[in-house]
């Protein structure tokens, strides 16, 4: 018979240890590892996920519209329609005329140098000559055709989904005495009037991401190109696919607010361009030199907020308007979050 210590020990152990779990019966699901989500405690992440060639816009800047290829184009002449204002107080100049990014560099002081020297960089990386002819395709109110008609010589044609821009861009012409070397036409850059073979170059300054299927502005830039002609384009990159809700919400906001369908990785971009017939894809990467910009523009929007709730509710300021302003915000934390890089690509036909 066991000694009284033994036994002493295990009563102490019955009393002192929980009850089993009984063993579970095959067959027999468990609630606890086969239904996680019907527990109190548990909580699902949600994830989000921006893959190419699809229109993910929720909120048209105007009312009761349709979500199709044709409202893009609208949609995107309503925002640069109605920020124009805003973009004129607070981004460009009668002289830079810039609706893009600057690009800082060691020698960059000021936000309207910054807004100058990306064209410069852009010249330079596409090797761009005086007896060019340039298509800046989305135009703007003319900004970079005028830049490269005075600074480089070569002649442009811009064309925009605007009417209102291509009026500025024209004024803007005359104004800095280019008129003759540099037209502006209201067109889509997917489907442009131009013969085949018309340009030397095809410009696209943060433009290209309008395109819901990039590959269609490639096809385009393709057959209006002359051989040996060299593509150019620079934008905002997804870095990765798969978004958690909050990250989300700031890359809709982004979306919805600039009229854009989406955003391309730079992997499905050059993709594309290669598809599309184009070789020798160069890219540079230029994140840290557009970051300027982007916290300028965050900050721009943080001391304007009292005047945005103000006016937003007084009724002064348009749906696309309050889009803008929400844009300012969230992209710089896409930026400065790396869920969006910055590069330039060059490739020749």
Not at 29 to 45: Q, S, V
Not at 60 to 76: C, K, Q, W
Not at 321 to 345: E, G, H, P, S, W
Request: charged letters at 30%.
């Amino acid at each position: 018979m066991p000694c009284g210590k033994t036994r002493l020990i295990r009563i102490l152990r019955v009393i002192i240890t929980p009850a089993s779990r009984p063993a579970r019966q095959p067959n027999v699901p468990d609630i606890r590892t086969d239904f996680p989500f019907l527990t109190d405690n548990y909580k699902r992440p949600m994830s989000y996920y921006l893959e190419p060639n699809k229109d993910y816009r929720n909120d048209s800047l105007r009312h009761g519209a349709e979500f199709s290829e044709e409202d893009i184009r609208v949609d995107t002449a309503k925002h640069y329609d109605d920020c124009y204002w805003d973009y004129r107080t607070a981004w460009f100049d009668n002289e830079n005329l810039a609706l893009h990014y600057g690009y800082w560099d060691e020698n960059t002081k000021t936000h309207s140098q910054a807004l100058l020297n990306k064209n410069r960089i852009l010249a330079e990386i596409a090797g761009i000559k005086p007896e060019d002819h340039v298509l800046d395709a989305g135009c703007g109110i003319g900004g970079s055709s005028i830049w490269l008609a005075k600074h480089i010589g070569c002649r442009a044609t811009g064309v925009t989904v605007s009417a209102r821009q291509v009026e500025h861009a024209k004024r803007n012409a005359e104004r800095h005495g280019v008129s003759d070397k540099v037209d502006f036409q209201q067109a889509d850059f997917c489907k442009t009037p131009f013969p085949d073979e018309s340009f030397d170059v095809v410009w696209a300054v943060e433009s290209s991401c309008y395109a819901t299927d990039k590959r269609d502005f490639f096809r385009e830039a393709y057959r209006l190109l002359r051989k040996g002609g060299t593509l150019i384009a620079c934008d905002g990159y997804a870095t990765r696919r798969e978004f958690n809700e909050e990250e989300w919400q700031a890359v809709m906001d982004c979306l919805n607010g600039w009229a854009v369908p989406n955003l391309a990785s730079v992997e499905e971009f050059q993709a594309g361009m290669e598809e599309c017939g184009f070789r020798d894809v160069h890219i540079t990467e230029a994140t840290a030199e557009t970051m300027p910009s982007s916290r300028r523009m965050y900050l721009t929007a943080l001391w304007t907020y009292p005047m945005q709730l103000t006016m937003q509710w007084l009724g002064l300021r348009s749906k696309a308007q309050t889009a803008n302003f929400k844009v300012a915000l969230a992209q710089y934390k896409v930026f400065r979050d790396k869920m969006v890089r910055y590069c330039i690509f060059r490739a020749k036909k």
